[in-house]
């Protein structure tokens, strides 16, 4: 079952994920995660200008991170085949030959949050909804990447403290926190995200890429080792 779908509207990639009903969450698994790689070959195959827009369905949740009722009774080589792929992930969203919007219409735990920290520009709810890294609280250490990856958020202090103490930093928090880049009540976000995405889809997508990707070498160091 598709828990995501990837639309082009006004030169702008808006990849919307749907699987937050019924306890779903958004959660990552290694389906979910080839999902998103799927969707990010289309727009790196895409031809002229664009952006993406990393939005969701549900008002509540935008994703609570990797599915842990499914992680747990993994073995060994299927968690390693998740965590790459996984990383794999982070660091094409974080690197994308077009500008990255994360639009974040509701919680945004764990590696939900670390998914739109990879993102170039983060909206919220100014209303509702929660961003954590919750890892030291349930036990799962970040990995190299993931830290990395979260720690391209510009507040060195906030991602400290979320790192370490599994702070839950509401929308209002998260302005004042540089963790967002601008935060809107809900009838407002998703244009405003839109609007935002169309902005950058009118930038010369290569000279973006080059200037972006150059504010994150330790990202392209890792996927190189992970690609190569």
Not at 6 to 23: F, M, P, Q, R, S
Not at 32 to 49: F, K, S
Request: contains cysteine; aromatic residues 6%; glycine residues 6%.
């Amino acid at each position: 079952m598709a828990t995501m779908n990837l639309k082009l509207i006004d030169g702008v990639h808006i990849l919307t994920l749907t699987n937050a009903e019924n306890g779903g969450d958004n959660r990552l698994t290694t389906e979910v995660v080839t999902e998103y790689l799927t969707a990010l070959d289309t727009v790196e195959q895409y031809r002229g200008n664009t952006a993406l827009l990393l939005t969701c369905t549900h008002e509540k949740t935008f994703s609570t991170g990797i599915n842990l009722d499914w992680l747990i009774p993994l073995n060994e080589a299927d968690r390693n085949e998740f965590t790459t792929a996984f990383e794999t992930l982070l660091c094409r969203l974080a690197l994308l030959n077009a500008p990255t919007v994360a639009c974040i219409n509701g919680n945004a735990y764990a590696g939900g949050a670390i998914v739109a920290s990879a993102a170039d520009f983060r909206l919220m709810r100014s209303d509702r909804g929660r961003f954590c890294f919750p890892e030291v609280d349930i036990k799962i250490p970040f990995t190299q990447i993931s830290s990395d990856i979260g720690q391209l958020l510009p507040n060195q202090q906030a991602v400290k403290n979320m790192m370490l103490t599994g702070v839950a930093y509401t929308g209002i928090e998260c302005a004042e926190q540089q963790i967002v880049d601008a935060i809107y009540p809900q009838d407002q976000l998703q244009e405003e995200a839109l609007n935002l995405a169309k902005t950058l889809a009118s930038k010369d997508r290569n000279t973006y890429c080059i200037n972006r990707n150059l504010l994150r070498p330790a990202i392209t160091a890792h996927l190189k080792n992970l690609t190569q």
